[in-house]
């Protein structure tokens, strides 16, 4: 009776097939910038990567969960210049770091429950209510700080993000910590099944009995709470609020996820492959830092090595319909 | 005997586990379900035949809560019960093994069988991983199986699916499990072991409903035998009490009453003839159709039709095979089919044939566009005449070329995609299921305009599932059964008994 074993049921692929373009395009570039200048590995450059891969972390690692829904948001960008700036004139204005906080997660809060709300309930397409609360959230910033940059608030969150634990940056820290969260969430958690089931088969999730809506809603939420938090380490950083700062950040966090292998259908997705995708896009633009390359040929070479990385998987994929077929 | 209160044949059939009365179901333009009413026993497998859209899957959906009734009564165990949702349905007991899976491609077994009941193995807010996969290995034992419950759905092949959703639904403990044409995805043997867990099922006091349309599965399994047609039910019998004949019958439903026999043509040199064809699905086949000739592709629902014209289209890729068109090889694509003389109505009339939205003019001369145009220049006036000339010589009932397609009724907007490859030239048509949604009036019509067709010296292949209609329509007939050509029927054997013999499986 056991002539059904895992071998026969399994469409087996070659081990390395399965290692994701990101891997070699990584350990391409770590190479690469390596040779061309030794100052790329010393401990201050490292620190300083983990330190920029950190804020883009905590953006992707929440995207890939809209991701795997079959969805997207593109308001995470201008979400971070708002939430920076509400914490930010909140504090000039004389309130508690707590309170300015608590505004942040508010506003967080609010985005999230209008993407997700829109979006699985109404069934409106994400692309476009995102492209919407992005108009929202980039008007609010620039009408609060009336389009100038917020500065002399309490150096507290800059001491924060500069300091450093067993020598590694404290934002670091906290990026990894949430990245274990979200492992933990999505992989043994029911709510980490449902999100799979989301972008694979809804309507299965619907007919399971699960309030697949509300699970879908919950998802735009969680990415834009993490958002308003993650406003802490754009403000470390520049110790300074600028309303348009962090426009533009939805395209690395979604091109990370991307790079990372998760698709935008069937639920099909990897979380750790979005840490792969973060480091690789935070160490090309960091060595090209290093070797002097101008900040917008930097862009250029992100856009490039995401369409590679795909050509990548789309060829080896052909390969393996070859092979099978 | 004397007369008394209606006798049960038997004791334990005195208590259905539910019943149904009277449950109407409509969608915009259609009565899914027109007052359907429906018993269930307890150790009882309950089989629906249809063809189709005769109601089966609108049933099933009404009995696990994915659709809400529009009116009617649901019982269980004779208490009046209401289903809002699917969890409703699932605790009345009521699990439902879906014909499109119901499955997660990306989580694995395990996640897949206990998708929305986690919390049976939940700690503390985590799943416990090792519980939840030995209780999958126990479920899969049941069927036989021993799958490793860690592999994706996604990397199962069809077959090892359906096992997992038979599984999931297994795992349920359900008082009544539905099955949707379970059987059409897997293997003898697996379907053996199905039949198996079925009537070991059935000792447990289970009620099963069963819905295919293989009748050697159908009378080997069903206590009771309810055929739907039209949303409606059309006879229920218990075991032994109708053939598979009549059964079938009353499956495929309405003759054609007072029609004659179209007059056999003076077939002509040979217009199509393909070799061998394989693509995906179809096995080998093999077929001619002569210039004014009608031949008839016959075969139940979901016997390969459809994919034989898709194929000779150039729709689908072919993976061996042979097509020459007035005796010359022919490269198969959509475009060079167009030009080379040959149409397709395709069986989904609105979605595929037709462009709803657009007019009457713009849908006529939609696959002759390149005949329009002069040094790149459209050519209105010449479209136009198309166009009028196509209304009248089609006697379609429309206010003009400027008309949305979309307002018209089923047998004229039929006409119109009719019409469009007229006007492209077509000598060669392909017709899958032209009167289908189409009123008796437009039927006749449809079928003196096929007719007229072949006089003028066209090659035509008609799809059909209505055998009466092929029988009236064609000068002979090929018949098709689980992807293959099973017979060919000339002229004189041509008979729906002959057609029902071959298409349905012995």
């Given at each position: 009776?056991?002539?059904?074993?895992?071998?026969?049921?399994l469409r087996h692929e070659a081990i390395w097939r399965r290692i994701p373009g990101v891997v070699l395009?990584?350990?391409?570039?770590?190479?690469?910038?390596?040779?061309?200048?030794?100052?790329?590995?010393?401990?201050?450059?490292?620190?300083?990567?983990?330190?920029?891969?950190?804020?883009?972390?905590?953006?992707?690692?929440?995207?890939?969960?809209?991701?795997?829904?079959?969805?997207?948001?593109?308001?995470?960008?201008?979400?971070?210049?708002?939430?920076?700036?509400?914490?930010?004139?909140?504090?000039?204005?004389?309130?508690?770091?707590?309170?300015?906080?608590?505004?942040?997660?508010?506003?967080?809060?609010?985005?999230?429950?209008?993407?997700?709300?829109?979006?699985?309930?109404?069934?409106?397409?994400?692309?476009?209510?995102?492209?919407?609360?992005?108009?929202?959230?980039?008007?609010?910033?620039?009408?609060?700080?009336?389009?100038?940059?917020?500065?002399?608030?309490?150096?507290?969150?800059?001491?924060?993000?500069?300091?450093?634990?067993?020598?590694?940056?404290?934002?670091?820290?906290?990026?990894?910590?949430?990245?274990?969260?979200?492992?933990?969430?999505?992989?043994?958690?029911?709510?980490?099944?449902?999100?799979?089931?989301?972008?694979?088969?809804?309507?299965?999730?619907?007919?399971?009995?699960?309030?697949?809506?509300?699970?879908?809603?919950?998802?735009?939420?969680?990415?834009?709470?993490?958002?308003?938090?993650?406003?802490?380490?754009?403000?470390?950083?520049?110790?300074?609020?600028?309303?348009?700062?962090?426009?533009?950040?939805?395209?690395?966090?979604?091109?990370?996820?991307?790079?990372?292998g998760?698709?935008?259908?069937?639920?099909?997705?990897w979380?750790?492959g979005?840490?792969?995708?973060?480091?690789?896009?935070?160490?090309?633009?960091?060595?090209?830092?290093?070797?002097?390359?101008?900040?917008?040929?930097?862009?250029?070479?992100?856009?490039?090595?995401?369409?590679?990385a795909?050509l990548i998987d789309r060829g080896r994929k052909g390969e393996m319909a070859g092979a099978a077929g | 005997?004397?007369?008394?209160?209606?006798?049960?044949?038997?004791?334990?059939?005195?208590?259905?586990?539910?019943?149904?009365?009277?449950?109407?179901?409509?969608?915009?333009?259609?009565?899914?379900?027109?007052?359907?009413?429906?018993?269930?026993?307890?150790?009882?497998?309950?089989?629906?035949?249809?063809?189709?859209?005769?109601?089966?899957?609108?049933?099933?959906?009404?009995?696990?809560?994915?659709?809400?009734?529009?009116?009617?009564?649901?019982?269980?165990?004779?208490?009046?019960?209401?289903?809002?949702?699917?969890?409703?349905?699932?605790?009345?007991?009521?699990?439902?093994?879906?014909?499109?899976?119901?499955?997660?491609?990306?989580?694995?077994?395990?996640?897949?069988?206990?998708?929305?009941?986690?919390?049976?193995?939940?700690?503390?807010?985590?799943?416990?991983?090792?519980?939840?996969?030995?209780?999958?290995?126990?479920?899969?034992?049941?069927?036989?199986?021993?799958?490793?419950?860690?592999?994706?759905?996604?990397d199962?092949?069809?077959?090892?699916?359906?096992?997992?959703?038979?599984?999931?639904?297994?795992?349920?403990?359900?008082?009544?499990?539905?099955?949707?044409?379970?059987?059409?995805?897997?293997?003898?043997?697996?379907?053996?072991?199905?039949?198996?867990?079925?009537?070991?099922?059935?000792?447990?006091?289970?009620?099963?409903?069963?819905?295919?349309?293989?009748?050697?599965?159908?009378?080997?399994?069903?206590?009771?035998?309810?055929?739907?047609?039209?949303?409606?039910?059309?006879?229920?019998?218990?075991?032994?009490?109708?053939?598979?004949?009549?059964?079938?019958?009353?499956?495929?439903?309405?003759?054609?009453?007072?029609?004659?026999?179209?007059?056999?043509?003076?077939?002509?040199?040979?217009?199509?003839?393909?070799?061998?064809?394989?693509?995906?699905?179809?096995?080998?086949?093999?077929?001619?159709?002569?210039?004014?000739?009608?031949?008839?592709?016959?075969?139940?629902?979901?016997?390969?039709?459809?994919?034989?014209?898709?194929?000779?289209?150039?729709?689908?890729?072919?993976?061996?095979?042979?097509?020459?068109?007035?005796?010359?090889?022919?490269?198969?694509?959509?475009?060079?089919?167009?030009?080379?003389?040959?149409?397709?109505?395709?069986?989904?009339?609105?979605?595929?044939?037709?462009?709803?939205?657009?007019?009457?003019?713009?849908?006529?001369?939609?696959?002759?566009?390149?005949?329009?145009?002069?040094?790149?220049?459209?050519?209105?006036?010449?479209?136009?005449?198309?166009?009028?000339?196509?209304?009248?010589?089609?006697?379609?009932?429309?206010?003009?070329?400027?008309?949305?397609?979309?307002?018209?009724?089923?047998?004229?907007?039929?006409?119109?995609?009719?019409?469009?490859?007229?006007?492209?030239?077509?000598?060669?048509?392909?017709?899958?299921?032209?009167?289908?949604?189409?009123?008796?009036?437009?039927?006749?019509?449809?079928?003196?305009?096929?007719?007229?067709?072949?006089?003028?010296?066209?090659?035509?292949?008609?799809?059909?599932?209505?055998?009466?209609?092929?029988?009236?329509?064609?000068?002979?007939?090929?018949?098709?059964?689980?992807?293959?050509?099973?017979?060919?029927?000339?002229?004189?054997?041509?008979?729906?008994?002959?057609?029902?013999?071959?298409?349905?499986?012995?």
């Open positions: 009776m056991t002539d059904h074993t895992a071998d026969s049921v395009i990584l350990i391409a570039m770590v190479a690469w910038f390596a040779i061309g200048n030794p100052r790329f590995l010393s401990g201050d450059n490292l620190a300083n990567l983990g330190l920029q891969a950190s804020l883009l972390l905590m953006l992707a690692l929440p995207m890939t969960l809209i991701i795997l829904t079959a969805g997207l948001d593109l308001s995470v960008g201008a979400l971070l210049g708002l939430c920076g700036v509400v914490i930010a004139a909140l504090l000039v204005a004389g309130w508690s770091l707590i309170v300015a906080v608590g505004a942040a997660l508010a506003v967080g809060l609010i985005i999230g429950l209008i993407n997700g709300y829109l979006v699985s309930y109404l069934s409106l397409p994400a692309f476009v209510v995102t492209l919407g609360t992005l108009g929202i959230s980039e008007g609010l910033a620039l009408a609060i700080s009336h389009g100038d940059p917020i500065g002399g608030f309490t150096p507290s969150i800059e001491a924060f993000y500069r300091s450093t634990a067993w020598g590694v940056p404290t934002p670091v820290i906290a990026a990894a910590l949430f990245c274990g969260l979200l492992w933990l969430v999505l992989y043994r958690t029911r709510f980490g099944n449902y999100i799979f089931a989301l972008g694979g088969n809804k309507e299965a999730l619907h007919l399971a009995g699960v309030k697949a809506n509300l699970v879908h809603m919950a998802v735009y939420v969680l990415c834009s709470l993490s958002v308003a938090l993650s406003a802490l380490l754009l403000l470390g950083r520049t110790n300074s609020a600028h309303p348009s700062v962090a426009v533009g950040m939805e395209f690395e966090a979604i091109a990370a996820v991307v790079l990372g998760t698709s935008f259908e069937k639920g099909q997705g979380l750790l979005t840490v792969l995708g973060v480091l690789a896009i935070t160490v090309l633009r960091n060595g090209l830092n290093v070797l002097s390359v101008e900040p917008s040929l930097q862009v250029l070479c992100v856009g490039l090595m995401l369409i590679v795909l | 005997m004397t007369m008394g209160p209606a006798p049960a044949i038997d004791g334990r059939q005195a208590a259905p586990l539910l019943r149904l009365s009277n449950i109407k179901k409509s969608f915009p333009g259609v009565d899914a379900l027109k007052s359907v009413s429906f018993e269930i026993r307890a150790e009882e497998v309950h089989v629906i035949l249809g063809q189709n859209g005769a109601g089966k899957s609108s049933l099933i959906k009404v009995l696990c809560g994915a659709y809400l009734a529009d009116g009617g009564e649901m019982e269980v165990e004779g208490r009046p019960v209401a289903i809002r949702g699917p969890a409703d349905a699932n605790a009345l007991g009521i699990a439902v093994i879906y014909q499109e899976f119901s499955l997660v491609p990306y989580l694995d077994i395990a996640q897949n069988i206990f998708l929305g009941r986690e919390g049976a193995f939940s700690k503390a807010g985590f799943i416990d991983k090792a519980a939840m996969h030995a209780a999958a290995r126990e479920v899969l034992q049941q069927l036989g199986l021993a799958y490793d419950t860690n592999t994706y759905v996604h199962l092949g069809v077959a090892h699916q359906q096992m997992v959703e038979i599984a999931k639904a297994l795992s349920q403990n359900a008082r009544i499990l539905v099955m949707d044409e379970p059987t059409a995805a897997i293997s003898e043997r697996e379907s053996d072991r199905l039949f198996e867990v079925i009537a070991r099922l059935k000792q447990r006091g289970v009620a099963i409903v069963y819905i295919s349309h293989r009748m050697k599965e159908i009378m080997a399994l069903g206590d009771r035998i309810t055929v739907m047609r039209d949303g409606a039910v059309v006879g229920s019998f218990l075991r032994g009490e109708a053939t598979s004949g009549e059964l079938v019958r009353l499956m495929i439903g309405r003759s054609l009453d007072g029609m004659t026999r179209r007059a056999p043509a003076n077939a002509g040199a040979c217009v199509l003839s393909a070799d061998n064809l394989r693509t995906a699905k179809l096995q080998d086949i093999s077929l001619d159709v002569r210039a004014g000739e009608v031949v008839g592709l016959a075969g139940l629902v979901g016997s390969g039709r459809t994919e034989v014209v898709r194929a000779i289209f150039g729709v689908d890729p072919l993976a061996g095979g042979h097509i020459h068109l007035n005796g010359a090889p022919f490269t198969l694509r959509p475009d060079a089919s167009i030009r080379a003389g040959i149409a397709l109505l395709p069986e989904d009339r609105k979605r595929q044939g037709l462009a709803l939205p657009l007019t009457v003019g713009d849908n006529t001369v939609a696959a002759s566009l390149w005949r329009l145009f002069r040094y790149f220049r459209f050519i209105p006036t010449t479209a136009r005449q198309v166009c009028d000339d196509l209304i009248a010589r089609l006697n379609i009932a429309t206010r003009g070329p400027g008309q949305q397609v979309h307002d018209l009724s089923g047998g004229n907007q039929q006409k119109i995609v009719l019409g469009k490859w007229l006007a492209a030239g077509a000598r060669l048509f392909l017709l899958d299921e032209p009167t289908r949604g189409v009123d008796v009036g437009a039927k006749a019509e449809i079928y003196r305009l096929i007719d007229g067709l072949a006089k003028d010296g066209a090659a035509v292949l008609v799809i059909s599932s209505e055998f009466p209609e092929l029988v009236h329509l064609c000068d002979r007939a090929y018949v098709m059964r689980d992807y293959a050509i099973v017979g060919h029927l000339d002229h004189g054997d041509l008979s729906e008994k002959a057609i029902l013999d071959l298409a349905v499986h012995p």
